[in-house]
């Protein structure tokens, strides 16, 4: 059939309609459901401590204190555990490439964990005992007892909600009551998030608190619930009140109902 001008221009008409109805063939990948991977949190890290003073019901402001203050502790325990779990996957490996030490390595200097004897079985005992999470009942209890609810003058001018003490000159802010011969500070924090990490790491590494460590190692031995209440008895040199310290905030922790509201 031989086509003249007018059949040109009807069939490249109907060509164009039919390429605008017709969807088009996009070759997106899909990933299948073992390949995808968990969003992060959408969580502020520099969002500045609420000006908790301002509010003058107290419930309410216990309220406002751990809505501002559980994201930042949920997602600070998430960074934990993927650390974590790449200790498990390297212990599970038969042999280690030059990446994967050298991260390990990083992650063991962080905790303090000694890698002098290499990466033995009693390396991955001592990382995956410091290596883990803190419940953020409790973590949410000590935050309130030690910043007076976000209102202490640590916590407006330093962000610190865990009265964390640094040891150099300058470091942070020189407490009013401090003993003649002492010369800690109360350490400050560019941000919360940085105070919430700062408190996490210490409680998982300093000799202080091994006990919390060893608590926490029995329950997941167990394959217990890790406890705050649980936690908490191994809190003894966090305060210089001890027994009553730790009285007061298994009390907060269940008073607030915070292990019933507050899971990792």
């Not at 059939?1 to 605008?20: D, G, R, S, T």
């Not at 303090?112 to 410091?130: C, E």
């Not at 040891?167 to 941000?191: L, T, W």
């Amino acid at each position: 059939m031989i086509l003249n001008a007018k059949h040109l221009v009807f069939l490249l008409f109907f060509a164009i309609a039919v390429a605008f109805l017709t969807p088009m063939n996009i070759d997106i990948a899909v990933p299948e459901p073992d390949e995808e991977k968990p969003s992060e949190p959408v969580v502020n890290l520099n969002q500045p401590l609420p000006d908790f003073k301002k509010i003058r019901d107290v419930k309410e402001k216990k309220e406002a204190f751990f809505e501002f203050l559980s994201p930042l502790i949920s997602y600070s325990n998430q960074q934990i555990l993927k650390d974590r779990e790449f200790v498990m996957a390297m212990q599970a490996k038969p042999k280690l490439s030059a990446k994967d030490k050298n991260k390990l390595s990083r992650i063991a200097d962080r905790y303090r964990v000694p890698t002098s004897n290499g990466f033995d079985k009693n390396f991955y005992a001592l990382m995956l005992k410091r290596v883990d999470t803190i419940p953020p009942a409790l973590a949410l209890a000590q935050a309130a007892n030690e910043s007076a609810w976000g209102t202490s003058r640590f916590a407006r001018q330093g962000n610190n909600l865990y009265g964390e003490w640094c040891f150099r000159k300058g470091c942070g802010i020189k407490p009013s009551q401090r003993a003649a011969d002492a010369s800690h500070e109360v350490a400050k924090f560019k941000r919360v998030y940085d105070s919430v990490q700062s408190y996490m790491l210490n409680l998982n590494r300093h000799d202080y608190y091994s006990d919390l460590r060893q608590v926490r190692e029995g329950l997941r031995t167990s394959e217990s619930p890790i406890s705050a209440i649980a936690l908490t008895e191994g809190l003894q040199r966090y305060s210089s009140r001890g027994d009553d310290y730790i009285a007061e905030l298994q009390s907060m922790i269940r008073v607030n109902k915070l292990e019933e509201r507050y899971t990792n």
